[in-house]
Every structure is written in structure tokens, then in C-alpha cells.
């Protein structure tokens, strides 16, 4: 007995006769409709432009002594950075060393992952001939922080050695990673400079990851910073780095180049005052808003083996060539960067009105040179770098003070006593 085909009844469009269609044609017609729409929204999603990957940032700690500034910079840093990097060793130049004493619960307390970073001057001479000493000496220093309760996730050498250096480097690099415990990974510290040498592959070969450094590489006279040119030396990075990760190393402070008779650089100052004199000096700035640029443009760019970014270095309160810390957090997090001053004029219990300057922005707000009075006011005086002055009302004059306010900081820069204290307005110019 042969098997009646089931059929579906519909009705034509015109009011007809029903047509007749089976299951399976019924199936293919669906199927057909849902491939069109997949295919529509592929096309709209190819259409569309998605946001770039945002890369994870870490800090490097490089201070030389831990105060309380900056250990309340550390507690914070969790909030907007994956990682920390901690001078835990300086070697040089000579036989000067350094070895910072951090504080240990703090950094146990933040659950970021720490790496030990040991500096060694690119004075030090041929580390071959100093191969054993210099390993003892770093392999120690994970040795000490384990003692103190921290086992290191990864060990980077810091060592600015010439170009013509590099294969000794490569050896001195690959012996130290064979003493080395299986889970630590080895990363450096790298130059542009480095990038056009052939022995730069040993180099690469002998470490799990590089950190390219692109800011004060070059003569100091000539700026920490160029966006272009550190773009070019992340594109040509990544050529030669292309069989391992690399970081980029940005800045996140400035320097005051301390000059001699001639006008030549006799000393760099950052992180630390330098005692030697000078004849004249320069002060070097790092606009965030260039770093954010570029952070932007390396994003896009989508390298395949860049990981992220490492800060140069964790401000603190008191550190005066660095960024504020909510600087360095707004670039980090994408936040708009701005500068917003205010004045505000406070009534004392004397009658006296107080006048401060707020830089409540993420960045540094211009210090006016001026600060005009409005109002009836008969006395008054300036602090911090500001003198009063009639003209013939009242103002405030700026001298040869810091021509920027800080970040999150505060300036009292006078008083008044007016008549009226509830009419006075003061307004920068």
C-alpha cells in the first residue's frame, strides 16, 4: 500500500484556489529565508567598526626610598593597573648599588602580580667578564623577596648597554635564564637603537618578553617624547619582535636638564634632586594628551605581539616631575582630559576673605598671571609667588612662580578685606 504524501494548504495571494506544498518544501523555503538573514547581519557586522582591544597597563615603582606618598600611590594602583614593576636592585655606575627596601605587606596587600627589576649601568663594562657576581647578585634579590613573602612572577634586567654589547648580552641573558626557577619569566628593558642589530634576535631568543622604552632615549635637549617617532620604533619593534610579546614603556613625568656655561646638558634631574650646580637650567614636560594619543594609535594598529604598556614611572604626592595620579589613572582609563581652575574666596571668622587656587581637572591647569578683584576692598596681601597689586582696583600678580597647578592640588595665593565680603568676585585673566 502506497504511503500518502502529507501536504500543507495555503492560500494564493489572489483569494484562488489553495496550492498545495509538502513539508519539505516548506523546510527549504525557511531554511532559505534564515540564510539571507544570517548573510544580512554578517554584512552589517563587517560594516560596522568595532572598538579596539584595550591593552592592560602596569606601573613601574623606581623610587629609591618608600614614604607614605608613595605607598598610598601603591594601595591605589590596583584600581587602574594589572601589574607592578619594583626596583629591587641598582648596580652603578662604579661600585655603587642600591637596594630599596619596599614595603612588604603593602605590596603582598595589592594581589597584583610583581616583577623584580634590576638595573645595571650602561657603564658597567662587559658583563661576560662580571658574568657570575652580576647573576649571583640578581638571583639573590628573588632569593630576598621570596624571604619577605612575594614570589616574583617575572625578572627584568635593566641594562642600556651599547648596540655593539648586545651579543655578549645575549649570552650573559640566556645563562642567567637557565638558573632561573621554571615559572619566573625574563623580560628587559630594550632601546630603538637596538632595533636595526643583528644580534638583536639572540637577544629576543634568550627572553620571554622585551619592554620598549620610548621616551628619554635620546639627547635630552631634544624632548622625552615624540609620538611620531615612537610609533615608527613600535612598528619596526614589532618586525624584529614578531616570535615574542614586547611592552611599551611611556613616561609619565618630567626632567630638568641642568646646563653648563656653554649651554651643553651637564646632568638630567627626575625622580631625584641632584646636588651638583648648574649654570642655567631647562624643564622638560610629557603632555598626556600626546601619550593618550599614541596609546590610541598602538591600539588601533593591533600589533599582533604587543601586550600593553608600562608607566614610567607610579607618582606620588611630592614627586614634582611627575604626573599627578589621577593624570596617569584618566589616561589609563580613557577619561577626558582636561584642565579645569578654580578660585574660590573664603570668609574667615576675622572677616578676612582667604582666596585659593583649585586645579580640580585631570590635568594641570594653567596658573594664571593675573587675578582681578571685583569689589570693595581695602587691604590685602599675596602668598605662594603672588603680590598684590592697584591698578587702581585690586590684583593679585603672579611672579616667578610655578606657571602650573597640579592635578587634584590646591594654591592659597592671598586674602583681602572688603566691605562687602559677600560681593567680591575674583576672576583669573
Same mark, same amino acid.
Given at each position: 500500500?502506497?504511503?500518502?504524501?502529507?501536504?500543507?494548504?495555503?492560500?494564493?495571494?489572489?483569494?484562488?484556489?489553495?496550492?498545495?506544498?509538502?513539508?519539505?518544501?516548506?523546510?527549504?523555503?525557511?531554511?532559505?529565508?534564515?540564510?539571507?538573514?544570517?548573510?544580512?547581519?554578517?554584512?552589517?557586522?563587517?560594516?560596522?567598526?568595532?572598538?579596539?582591544?584595550?591593552?592592560?597597563?602596569?606601573?613601574?615603582?623606581?623610587?629609591?626610598?618608600?614614604?607614605?606618598?608613595?605607598?598610598?600611590?601603591?594601595?591605589?594602583?590596583?584600581?587602574?593597573?594589572?601589574?607592578?614593576?619594583?626596583?629591587?636592585? &641598582?648596580?652603578?655606575?662604579?661600585?655603587?648599588?642600591?637596594?630599596?627596601?619596599?614595603?612588604?605587606?603593602?605590596?603582598?596587600?595589592?594581589?597584583?602580580?610583581?616583577?623584580?627589576?634590576?638595573?645595571?649601568?650602561?657603564?658597567?663594562?662587559?658583563?661576560?667578564?662580571?658574568?657570575?657576581?652580576?647573576?649571583?647578585?640578581?638571583?639573590?634579590?628573588?632569593?630576598?623577596?621570596?624571604?619577605?613573602?612575594?614570589?616574583?612572577?617575572?625578572?627584568?634586567?635593566?641594562?642600556?648597554?651599547?648596540?655593539?654589547?648586545?651579543?655578549?648580552?645575549?649570552?650573559?641573558?640566556?645563562?642567567?635564564?637557565?638558573?632561573?626557577?621554571?615559572?619566573?619569566?625574563?623580560?628587559?628593558?630594550?632601546?630603538?637603537?637596538?632595533?636595526?642589530?643583528?644580534?638583536?634576535?639572540?637577544?629576543?631568543?634568550?627572553?620571554?618578553?622585551?619592554?620598549?622604552?620610548?621616551?628619554?632615549?635620546?639627547?635630552?635637549?631634544?624632548?622625552l617624547f615624540d609620538a611620531a617617532l615612537a610609533r615608527r620604533?613600535?612598528?619596526?619593534?614589532?618586525?624584529?619582535?614578531?616570535?615574542?610579546?614586547?611592552?611599551?614603556?611611556?613616561?609619565?613625568?618630567?626632567?630638568?636638564?641642568?646646563?653648563?656655561?656653554?649651554?651643553?646638558?651637564?646632568?638630567?634631574?627626575?625622580?631625584?634632586?641632584?646636588?651638583?650646580?648648574?649654570?642655567?637650567?631647562?624643564?622638560?614636560?610629557?603632555?598626556?594628551?600626546?601619550?593618550?594619543?599614541?596609546?590610541?594609535?598602538?591600539?588601533?594598529?593591533?600589533?599582533? &605581539?604587543?601586550?600593553?604598556?608600562v608607566w614610567f614611572r607610579l607618582p606620588h604626592d611630592g614627586?614634582?616631575?611627575?604626573?599627578?595620579?589621577?593624570?596617569?589613572?584618566?589616561?589609563?582609563?580613557?577619561?577626558?582630559?582636561?584642565?579645569?581652575?578654580?578660585?574660590?574666596?573664603?570668609? &574667615?571668622?576675622?572677616?578676612?576673605?582667604?582666596?585659593?587656587?583649585?586645579?580640580?581637572?585631570?590635568?594641570?591647569?594653567?596658573?594664571?598671571?593675573?587675578?582681578?578683584?571685583?569689589?570693595?576692598?581695602?587691604?590685602?596681601?599675596?602668598?605662594?609667588?603672588?603680590?598684590?597689586?592697584?591698578?587702581?582696583?585690586?590684583?593679585?600678580?603672579?611672579?616667578?612662580?610655578?606657571?602650573?597647578?597640579?592635578?587634584?592640588?590646591?594654591?592659597?595665593?592671598?586674602?583681602?578685606?572688603?566691605?562687602?565680603?559677600?560681593?567680591?568676585?575674583?576672576?583669573?585673566?
Amino acid at each position: 500500500m502506497k504511503r500518502r504524501r502529507r501536504c500543507i494548504e495555503t492560500h494564493s495571494p489572489g483569494g484562488g484556489r489553495p496550492a498545495l506544498r509538502s513539508r519539505a518544501q516548506v523546510r527549504r523555503r525557511v531554511a532559505a529565508l534564515l540564510s539571507v538573514l544570517v548573510a544580512a547581519l554578517l554584512l552589517a557586522a563587517c560594516g560596522a567598526t568595532a572598538s579596539p582591544p584595550k591593552l592592560p597597563h602596569g606601573v613601574y615603582v623606581w623610587q629609591r626610598v618608600w614614604n607614605p606618598p608613595l605607598e598610598t600611590s601603591v594601595a591605589a594602583t590596583p584600581q587602574f593597573a594589572g601589574s607592578l614593576r619594583v626596583l629591587a636592585l &641598582q648596580v652603578g655606575p662604579g661600585a655603587r648599588r642600591v637596594e630599596p627596601e619596599p614595603n612588604w605587606e603593602l605590596l603582598r596587600s595589592t594581589g597584583l602580580p610583581v616583577t623584580v627589576v634590576v638595573r645595571i649601568d650602561g657603564s658597567h663594562g662587559d658583563l661576560a667578564a662580571q658574568a657570575t657576581p652580576l647573576q649571583q647578585a640578581v638571583l639573590a634579590q628573588l632569593d630576598r623577596w621570596r624571604e619577605h613573602g612575594i614570589v616574583a612572577a617575572g625578572l627584568e634586567i635593566d641594562y642600556d648597554c651599547a648596540t655593539a654589547q648586545l651579543v655578549a648580552y645575549a649570552q650573559w641573558l640566556a645563562q642567567l635564564r637557565a638558573q632561573l626557577p621554571p615559572a619566573t619569566a625574563l623580560s628587559i628593558t630594550a632601546l630603538p637603537a637596538w632595533r636595526e642589530a643583528a644580534a638583536l634576535d639572540a637577544v629576543l631568543a634568550a627572553v620571554d618578553q622585551s619592554v620598549l622604552q620610548v621616551h628619554a632615549v635620546q639627547n635630552p635637549a631634544q624632548g622625552l617624547f615624540d609620538a611620531a617617532l615612537a610609533r615608527r620604533w613600535v612598528d619596526d619593534w614589532s618586525r624584529r619582535s614578531a616570535m615574542r610579546p614586547f611592552l611599551v614603556a611611556l613616561p609619565a613625568y618630567g626632567a630638568r636638564l641642568k646646563l653648563d656655561e656653554d649651554g651643553a646638558v651637564a646632568a638630567v634631574e627626575s625622580e631625584q634632586r641632584l646636588a651638583r650646580r648648574s649654570a642655567a637650567a631647562r624643564e622638560l614636560a610629557v603632555d598626556p594628551r600626546d601619550v593618550a594619543a599614541l596609546i590610541a594609535a598602538l591600539e588601533a594598529r593591533r600589533y599582533p &605581539q604587543l601586550s600593553g604598556f608600562v608607566w614610567f614611572r607610579l607618582p606620588h604626592d611630592g614627586d614634582e616631575r611627575a604626573w599627578a595620579l589621577r593624570t596617569l589613572r584618566a589616561v589609563i582609563e580613557r577619561a577626558p582630559l582636561r584642565a579645569d581652575l578654580r578660585v574660590a574666596v573664603t570668609l &574667615q571668622s576675622n572677616g578676612a576673605l582667604n582666596l585659593t587656587l583649585h586645579s580640580d581637572g585631570t590635568v594641570d591647569a594653567p596658573v594664571p598671571s593675573r587675578l582681578r578683584v571685583h569689589g570693595d576692598c581695602s587691604a590685602g596681601d599675596g602668598i605662594n609667588g603672588f603680590t598684590v597689586q592697584r591698578d587702581p582696583g585690586i590684583s593679585l600678580v603672579r611672579g616667578d612662580t610655578a606657571a602650573v597647578l597640579r592635578a587634584g592640588t590646591s594654591r592659597p595665593v592671598g586674602w583681602l578685606r572688603c566691605a562687602d565680603a559677600t560681593a567680591v568676585r575674583v576672576t583669573p585673566e
